[in-house]
């Protein structure tokens, strides 16, 4: 049972809420009063500050428009070539008919003259005096013939024509010297125009200043004419030292005087190609008008609220100290987990309604404590369907940039088998190792989701540690002499036993990281042995790494404070670590800031010492292929054309296929069952739903009997190699190295005749 207050109690509450809501009034007014005056502030000066901006860009825009008029007047002339002295007016006439036009174009334009290269004026044009043509001045000693380059015209200071009217001179030269310098005199009245109508307010105003805080251009003319130095205002000392701050930083407070020492709120915009500052200044008193009124509404709001406050006082201390100490012992309770619990409160009012939401709420969550399972599930398989539909764009991409580069390496094979010319060769030769290294790297980028499906398994061979070392140096050295470094592989006669793909790829990765982050020096590739491992070493005198960062960089999307320099995707050494661990080995790193880095990798040294292998494979092939029947199905037009020509050069019989329509088409092509196709080579996605396997079983069910096939793809998913793996078919993955190509057609086409030769044997 609810029980009332006595009075002392009444009375102490009384006086708290009386405190607090005369005081939560005020500060609440005090409050509102003080983000008003900043908000008017901020307001004022963001109008400031846009008008400023929008003045100088149509300040800036006004010189840029006379210097591209200025260059139409740059273009080269040709004609008789005059002599040391040139004097003849009938060579300066297209100079001449230029400069008119100039002015013509260009109302604001005054003057308008062409030096030669030595400096002397051959002619000048006006609209207030006589043409000069031909005159010889020497004008070689003005800052408007050396000043200007041919990246940074000439602007000069602001000067008075007869003390009335602004001027200022621009130079412009071509970017050859010889060529001479136009140089004109602009009437800045439109830089007037635009200061005497930029006006904030009632009287707000607008005016620009130089470097050295000279008034150049002001809504009274006559400030300007009496050449009125501004650079002890405030707000122009701030304008001039964010102009030439070395972070670009300094003081905007908005605050200064004018010159007569009124109080004001301004704003800048620089116009760095002048030189100038375009500033917009609004008396304070007129800026901040609002806020004197709404301070007035603040006071007389004051004078009515505190005597309602005494009311509500009254009110609370009677309608709340009790209702709100049972609520907060059973909302206590409610906390600590005792859900079941439920708040007694019958007072009739809102605080009646709270602690009926109050119990609403217990009752919530006694039923979202029952779902939250179900909810956490749903949760998690929408992450499951956003990651699936990750891997499926991944896996689209991957394959849609595997087709082009695959059918590029089939065309340089063909191109390194058909030349004979040695540079072309060895240009051809060079093409090969840029793009076998570039497939690579698509597949260590491309591939890292199969590192995680795990279906990358290594293919362990013996091979001579020094043809990998070459390849990783030939694909650096152009990039490493562009920069300057020195890149020194050091020949080695060992042998290891690895799989070479993934050593290169693990090479080729610390190779790379190597030359970004090196800006002078060197980088050392090369090995030694360690008893019955061979020790790979990649060092370089880069930026180093911090010791506190040397584990991080192994990890994906990670890069070092320097990575700015080149920024990337933080895959590489992530990539190259997790290829190490493949191989059964580690990366491990030695570095100094500031000194360089050391990437070691020990790999198993092999037994014997293995025949060397070949950059370019497949230029020295036989005819062992000679006459046999290949059929190629892919989607793609470029690989099939590609594949084409390589097997035809390599006098094969080849029929190609989209789809496996066409396919059927083309085995019927072939002459029927008596000149099935000694391989089948298919891609693994086609068209539609239909993929290879289904491809292939179709074509053997067509021929009556098992046809030699194998599947390339450039779908990276694991699915696709399950199904293989589980039609027990061979499955590449594109973009595919012609030698392996050769290989796996000499497979089929072996085990294809030795099944004619069983068959022939049977019957």
């Not at 010159?259 to 609004?282: K, M, R, S, T």
């Not at 605080?351 to 749903?378: D, F, I, P």
């Not at 320099?565 to 895959?571: A, E, N």
């Amino acid at each position: 049972m609810l029980v009332w207050p006595r009075s002392p109690l009444f009375r102490k509450y009384f006086r708290y809420f009386m405190l607090l809501v005369s005081g939560t009034l005020l500060a609440s007014e005090a409050t509102g009063l003080y983000f008003s005056y900043l908000e008017t502030r901020a307001a004022v000066l963001a109008l400031q500050r846009e008008k400023a901006f929008g003045a100088a860009v149509r300040i800036k825009q006004f010189a840029e428009d006379i210097e591209r008029q200025i260059g139409w007047t740059l273009l080269p002339h040709f004609g008789p070539h005059p002599g040391p002295h040139p004097r003849v007016p009938g060579t300066l006439e297209p100079r001449y008919l230029d400069l008119l036009k100039l002015l013509r174009q260009a109302p604001a334009i005054t003057n308008a003259s062409w030096l030669d290269a030595n400096g002397h004026e051959q002619m000048r044009v006006s609209r207030l005096s006589m043409d000069r043509i031909d005159s010889g001045i020497d004008r070689s000693g003005e800052p408007a013939f050396h000043q200007p380059t041919p990246d940074h015209p000439y602007f000069g200071p602001v000067y008075f024509l007869k003390e009335t009217e602004p001027y200022m001179t621009i130079a412009v030269t071509p970017q050859t010297k010889g060529e001479g310098v136009t140089v004109v005199e602009v009437n800045l009245k439109f830089v007037w125009d635009i200061i005497a109508r930029l006006g904030i307010g009632k009287t707000g105003y607008a005016y620009v200043v130089d470097r050295r805080g000279q008034l150049v251009s002001h809504p009274d003319i006559s400030r300007v004419l009496q050449k009125s130095d501004f650079s002890a205002l405030p707000q122009v000392q701030r304008a001039l030292s964010a102009s030439s701050h070395v972070d670009g930083v300094a003081d905007d407070s908005g605050t200064g005087n004018d010159p007569q020492g009124n109080p004001v709120l301004a704003a800048h915009a620089p116009i760095p190609e002048l030189g100038w500052i375009l500033l917009v200044e609004q008396p304070r008193t007129e800026a901040y008008a609002p806020l004197y009124a709404a301070l007035g509404r603040a006071g007389l709001l004051l004078l009515i609220a505190l005597p309602l406050a005494v009311l509500a006082s009254l009110a609370l201390a009677r309608h709340i100290v009790m209702p709100i100490r049972t609520l907060q012992q059973d909302a206590a309770r409610i906390g600590a987990g005792a859900l079941e619990h439920r708040v007694e409160v019958k007072t009739g009012d809102e605080l009646q309604a709270l602690a009926e939401a109050l119990n609403r709420m217990a009752a919530r969550l006694c039923q979202s404590y029952t779902g939250l399972e179900r909810k956490v599930a749903a949760r998690t398989r929408e992450l499951e369907r956003a990651n699936q539909a990750r891997s499926r764009f991944l896996r689209a991409a991957s394959h849609d940039l595997r087709q082009p580069m695959h059918a590029l390496g089939l065309f340089i094979a063909q191109l390194n088998e058909r030349v004979t010319d040695p540079q072309t060769r060895h240009i051809i030769t060079q093409a090969g190792v840029a793009v076998t290294t570039l497939q690579e790297l698509l597949n260590a980028i491309l591939d890292i989701s199969r590192l995680d499906a795990g279906v990358i398994a290594p293919d362990v061979t013996d091979f001579a540690i020094d043809w990998l070392l070459e390849r990783v140096g030939a694909a650096f050295a152009p990039s490493a002499a562009e920069k300057g470094l020195r890149l020194k592989i050091v020949p080695s006669r060992l042998a290891v036993r690895s799989d070479p793909v993934l050593l290169e790829r693990i090479l080729l990765n610390l190779a790379a990281n190597s030359v970004r982050y090196t800006e002078r020096g060197g980088i050392l590739i090369g090995c030694r042995r360690r008893g019955k491992r061979v020790r790979i070493l990649v060092c370089d005198t880069g930026i180093g790494i911090p010791r506190e960062q040397q584990e991080a960089i192994f990890r994906e999307f990670y890069q070092v404070a320097h990575s700015e320099r080149d920024p990337g995707l933080g895959l590489g050494l992530a990539i190259s670590a997790r290829l190490a661990r493949l191989l059964g080995g580690r990366i491990e790193l030695v570095s100094r800031p500031g000194k360089g880095s050391a990437f070691t990798l020990d790999v198993p040294r092999a037994e014997r010492s293995p025949a060397p292998m070949r950059s370019m494979p497949g230029t020295d092939a036989t005819d062992s292929l000679g006459g046999a029947y290949v059929l190629i199905v892919d989607d793609d037009a470029l690989v099939r054309a590609a594949t084409r020509s390589l097997l035809t050069h390599w006098h094969c019989e080849v029929a190609v296929a989209a789809d496996g329509q066409e396919a059927i088409a083309a085995l019927a092509g072939l002459g029927g069952l008596e000149r099935i196709p000694d391989a089948l080579l298919c891609d693994y996605r086609l068209p539609g739903d239909e993929t290879g396997i289904q491809v292939i079983r179709r074509l053997c069910a067509v021929a009556g009997r098992a046809i030699p096939a194998a599947l390339i793809s450039g779908d990276t998913g694991p699915e696709a190699w399950r199904d293989a793996k589980a039609g027990g078919y061979v499955l590449l993955s594109k973009p595919l190295a012609p030698a392996k190509l050769r290989a796996l057609i000499e497979h089929l086409v072996a085990a294809s005749r030795a099944q004619r030769a069983r068959s022939i044997d049977t019957v």
